[in-house]
Structures are given as structure tokens and as C-alpha cells.
């Protein structure tokens, strides 16, 4: 009974060691990649002009009342293609929809 217990504890104790030793490296990879990726130069923010970065600044400088700096921009979609797109999408929904068997 004893020799059984102590079976089991080394047997755990291995178990969540593992888990500890594989929980960690995925921790130090996910630092590693971020530290890469402060690193890196940023990205040109393609398609937008100098002058209108500067905008955007001085309106959330304007806003927040302290400076700051613009990472990234992202510029959406015009309404009418994601109504569009939204519209076709139920289209193809409703034409694939089973009815119950009656």
C-alpha cells in the first residue's frame, strides 16, 4: 500500500512538473516574440500621407491633453461594401437552410 502511494505521488509530481516545464517554455517563446517584435522597425503606414498622421495625432493629442504616438492605422471599409457583402451571406445562409421533416 505504501510502495502503491508512493508510485502514484513520484508519478504525479512528474506529471505537473512536465506541465510546469511546458507551461514555462510557452511563456518564454511568447516573451521572446514579443521582445522580437518591439524590436522590429514599424511598419510604413501604407497609403496615408504624412499630414494626415499628423492630424490624427494632434486630434487625440487634442483629446487626451498629452502626446502621443500613432503605431498603427487602420482604415475600414466603406459601409456599402460590408451591406453588400452582409446581404450575400444570407443569401447563401437561407439557401442552405434544412427544414424540419414534417
Do not use: C
Not at 42 to 69: E, K, M
Not at 75 to 87: F, I, K, L, P, S
Request: aromatic share 4%; net charge positive.
Amino acid at each position: 500500500m505504501i510502495e502503491a502511494l508512493k508510485v502514484v505521488a513520484i508519478a504525479f509530481s512528474l506529471v505537473f512538473f512536465g506541465m510546469g516545464l511546458l507551461t514555462g517554455m510557452v511563456y518564454a517563446l511568447n516573451a521572446v516574440k514579443v521582445a522580437a517584435a518591439r524590436r522590429a522597425a514599424p511598419a510604413p503606414h501604407a497609403g496615408i500621407d504624412p499630414q494626415t498622421l499628423a492630424v490624427l495625432a494632434a486630434a487625440v493629442h487634442a483629446a487626451l491633453g498629452r502626446p502621443v504616438r500613432i503605431h498603427k492605422v487602420h482604415v475600414h471599409r466603406e459601409r456599402g461594401d460590408e451591406a453588400w457583402t452582409r446581404v450575400g451571406r444570407m443569401d447563401l445562409l437561407l439557401t442552405h437552410r434544412v427544414e424540419p421533416k414534417r
